[in-house]
């Protein structure tokens, strides 16, 4: 066999060409990419990853609420509550600690179970929503305190303080009164709590009126009033339904009409008039003594009366009623007369001008009320300069 020559180079830079041969085909490995297991999104780090699952996946909060109302960190429960009314979201996980017991696991049925036996003490709740792809947590605290009255607490409550209200005035003095007459009633803390709501209301209406006003300044009225709505919004009663929406109509708030109409219609219907002052008088007439066809009564402070009782003569479009012309004009030199009532009184007499055609005088009542969301529309429509 024959031979050709070859230049024979040293064995390092053999080998060192082999290598640059290999180098130059090989891929380079590709770099870790770590997938969302959300929304299938790479990144490249884990520290990018979990920043990218907290802020575009936030985790949903626990969420603990009774019928349409979302439950606040810390609740005082006054009435009785109903197994459906109880929602639980976004909480796998609930511990619950028992009247200052320590805290122990329970499943949604058993704390549902409790929520409704339970009429006094406190129930502290955690509810823990935890993802395992990311290991996250979300935590709500409750702390629910329960003071639910026995219903025979509350009727004989209701019977002292209708008894009371029907003998004597509006007055500090009555509440006082009042308060003495329900003792039996009022050792539980519920019920204590209940008939110190009505004393409330009867102090505010009584400061409302300018009695004691030495002790207390007319501004306190709208503080004894909240102290009583804030009892009494939770009970179902006539009475306590009755009083809210009279404390609201004070204060105010409209909103509720439809409800105060059930119990007290005149205040339900006055109420629709400041909610809704262009539907009113655009709409028909109300017809005579409508609002007056249920015999629930309420005590009231005067002035409130004498509005609501306006208020009504204005539905039934009666503008020209000697009524009327008695009673309206003079609310403004009411004392004292708080700025609640001031507005309204001259929506009141905006209405009674323009029901007779007297736009001229009506604008200064529609100018005093301009700032008031419920009558914008209604002074834009005849104010378009404002």
């Not at 955690?126 to 607490?153: E, G, L, M, Q, W």
């Not at 209708?162 to 803390?189: G, Y």
């Not at 207390?216 to 102290?227: I, P, Q, V, Y």
């Not at 055609?357 to 104010?383: D, G, M, Q, T, Y």
């Amino acid at each position: 066999m024959g031979f050709i020559d070859w230049i024979q180079e040293p064995a390092v830079e053999r080998i060192g060409q082999f290598r640059d041969r290999q180098w130059s085909n090989h891929t380079p490995p590709p770099e870790p990419k770590f997938r969302c297991s959300l929304c299938s999104q790479e990144f490249p780090t884990t520290r990018e990853l979990l920043s990218h699952s907290r802020q575009s996946h936030p985790l949903s909060l626990p969420l603990l609420s009774l019928g349409s109302e979302l439950l606040l960190s810390t609740t005082t429960i006054r009435k009785p509550i109903n197994r459906d009314e109880i929602l639980i979201e976004h909480g796998p996980e609930i511990k619950i600690a028992v009247d200052g017991d320590h805290y122990h696991q329970i499943s949604k049925e058993k704390l549902s179970q409790l929520l409704v036996e339970k009429k006094h003490g406190r129930v502290d709740i955690r509810i823990k929503n935890t993802r395992a792809c990311d290991d996250s947590h979300a935590f709500s605290n409750y702390h629910i305190y329960f003071r639910v009255p026995s219903k025979s607490d509350l009727q004989a409550i209701d019977r002292a303080f209708t008894q009371t209200m029907a003998k004597l005035p509006i007055a500090v003095s009555s509440a006082n009164t009042f308060w003495e007459s329900c003792i039996d009633h009022r050792k539980a803390i519920a019920s204590s709590d209940y008939a110190n709501a009505l004393s409330n209301y009867i102090i505010g209406m009584a400061v409302k009126q300018g009695d004691q006003m030495k002790a207390l300044s007319f501004d306190r009225f709208k503080d004894k009033f909240l102290e009583a709505l804030e009892v009494l919004r939770h009970h179902d009663t006539p009475l306590a339904a009755g009083i809210s929406e009279i404390v609201r109509f004070n204060l105010n708030d409209f909103t509720n009409w439809p409800r105060a109409s059930e119990t007290l219609p005149a205040l339900g219907a006055a109420a629709s008039f400041f909610q809704s002052p262009v539907t009113a008088i655009d709409g028909p007439a109300k017809p005579k003594g409508a609002a007056l066809n249920k015999t629930s009564k309420c005590p009231v402070d005067d002035l409130t009366e004498r509005i609501i009782k306006a208020s009504i003569i204005i539905l039934e479009k009666r503008y020209d009623d000697n009524d009327l012309e008695t009673l309206l004009p003079p609310l403004l030199k009411w004392l004292p007369l708080g700025e609640y009532d001031r507005l309204k009184i001259h929506a009141l007499l905006a209405a009674m001008h323009m029901g007779r055609k007297n736009i001229h005088l009506a604008e200064p009542h529609l100018r005093a009320i301009r700032s008031e969301p419920n009558f914008k529309l209604w002074v834009e429509n005849n104010l378009p300069s404002v």
